[in-house]
């Protein structure tokens, strides 16, 4: 089953305490992207790859680190978590084509973090 | 990319038609319509696109106007699994989520 796997779903940790959201998709897809979703303000970007080795910010990348060493993975990694990193986490991927990115984008089924 | 503009909330009988209006008057000629839904807190997840053409899929009914600063989203026989935040996106290089409609499907 083609698929986008968050993990954890659930993490509530304290300021400071470095941290890693693993995402994982099984579509061999080049395009990854994360994004956080908050309360009346919507889903906003946090990174996106283009592909292995590609990264690129998103419009809130401030916090945030990731990488893509495989096609596969693309880990949301939070050095010194903080209260207004408190969020609902979601990963996604699509193809490209052409070099733009395909219509749709597959969604993981979301990470909530609380940072206290 | 343009902005588009939706009713905050919508409410609709169970196996009515739920028509979902979206606003894109500052559409540009290669951007595409695009919508996605949210239930609950789950991921957003892919229902239809369109550039000039009516568009349809198994599970909706794109129609854009013919100057394509407006779409509607047509689920023809909505169920109460229907109800979320529906989100009309047009764009190029990526996508930006805005408020959406929260549809809501009555029993």
């Known amino acids: 089953e083609a698929q986008v796997t968050q993990n954890p779903r659930y993490l509530i940790t304290v300021t400071g305490k470095k941290l890693t959201v693993t995402c994982s998709q099984n579509m061999n897809h080049e395009y990854m992207s994360w994004y956080r979703q908050d309360p009346g303000l919507g889903l906003r970007q946090i990174y996106y790859?283009?592909?292995?080795?590609?990264?690129d910010k998103g419009d809130v990348p401030e916090g945030y680190k990731v990488s893509r060493k495989e096609k596969r993975n693309f880990p949301l990694i939070l050095e010194s978590p903080s209260p207004n990193q408190t969020s609902l986490y979601f990963c996604?991927?699509?193809?490209?084509?052409?070099?733009?990115?395909?219509?749709?984008?597959?969604f993981g089924p979301g990470t909530r973090l609380t940072v206290l | 990319d343009a902005k588009t503009t939706q009713p905050p909330s919508m409410d609709c009988a169970e196996g009515r038609a739920a028509n979902l209006p979206c606003n894109h008057s500052?559409?540009?000629?290669?951007?595409?319509v695009y919508w996605y839904r949210q239930i609950h807190s789950q991921g957003p997840q892919y229902i239809i696109h369109g550039l000039k053409n009516n568009e349809t899929n198994e599970m909706a009914s794109l129609i854009i106007t013919e100057d394509r600063k407006s779409s509607t989203l047509i689920l023809p026989h909505a169920t109460l699994r229907d109800t979320a935040v529906y989100y009309c996106i047009v764009r190029v290089r990526k996508l930006v989520f805005g408020q959406g409609t929260r549809l809501t499907i009555n029993p």
């Open positions: 790859s283009m592909n292995v080795e590609v990264t």
């Open positions: 996604a991927s699509s193809r490209r084509d052409r070099g733009l990115i395909t219509d749709t984008q597959y």
């Open positions: 500052t559409i540009s000629g290669n951007e595409y």
